[in-house]
């Protein structure tokens, strides 16, 4: 089925590790953007890219970096991980960026740091 | 400071009843306005939208209201189903260059049969 994938659906680090989180959407889309879950926050903005070769920060980029890898594939990346970084990871896309364009998400990936 | 508010965390309603769950917003940038649902261990989908200038939107059993002047929305589901008890999200957005969707705390929503 067309969508977004992500992997992996679980993680367990300690904390300093790092690792990277892959997401990849077969529907062309040209937007594609990185949440996290948690509890009584909603879903808040790491980063985004609205199309192939740009990225840009959203709300909480602090601790993280990404890669637009090609249209189809945007990698988030934990280069030391720290246990306020706990939380459930959302990759999604969507044809176009804001206005009324739903976004398809994946179905996420629960990382836990020690 | 929260921009996109949704100050029920939960809400029981029995099979057959409506269901309103409510979003207030702050920002009057926000131009477009969306709600998605969530079942456990699976992403949010995308349910419903509306923009600005409408005041409602209907697609099935799901409705959204939009009162600008009060800065609030609500979806109501009519009937509603045990299928459409999961955390339901309000969002919000803007076209204007660099503005980004932003989403509510979540309402959980239990409907029982």
């Known amino acids: 089925n067309a969508g977004v994938t992500q992997t992996p659906k679980f993680q367990v680090l300690k904390t300093g590790q790092s690792m990277t989180l892959q997401c990849a959407q077969d529907m062309n889309h040209n937007s594609m953007y990185w949440y996290r879950q948690d509890p009584g926050m909603g879903l808040r903005l790491i980063y985004y890219s609205a199309s192939e070769g740009t990225t840009d920060k959203g709300e909480v980029p602090n601790g993280y970096n990404v890669s637009r890898l090609n249209k189809r594939e945007f990698s988030l990346r934990l280069e030391s991980a720290a246990p306020s970084q706990t939380s459930v990871y959302f990759c999604?896309?969507?044809?176009?960026?804001?206005?009324?364009?739903?976004?398809?998400f994946g179905s996420g990936t629960r990382l836990t740091v020690v | 400071d929260q921009q996109v508010k949704q100050n029920s965390p939960s809400l029981s309603v029995q099979e057959g009843r409506i269901s309103i769950l409510n979003c207030d917003y702050t920002?009057?940038?926000?131009?477009?306005f969306l709600w998605y649902k969530k079942y456990p261990a699976e992403g949010p989908t995308f349910l419903i939208s509306?923009?600005?200038?409408?005041d409602k939107n209907e697609d099935g059993r799901f409705t959204v209201f939009l009162n600008k002047s009060a800065k609030h929305l609500s979806l109501h589901i009519v009937p509603s189903q045990p299928g459409d008890s999961a955390v339901y999200f309000c969002a919000a957005s803007g076209n204007t260059g660099g503005f980004k969707t932003i989403f509510g705390a979540g309402t959980r929503l239990f409907v029982k049969a």
């Open positions: 999604a896309s969507s044809e176009r960026r804001g206005g009324g364009y739903g976004y398809t």
């Open positions: 509306i923009s600005s200038i409408k």
């Open positions: 920002n009057s940038m926000f131009d477009y």
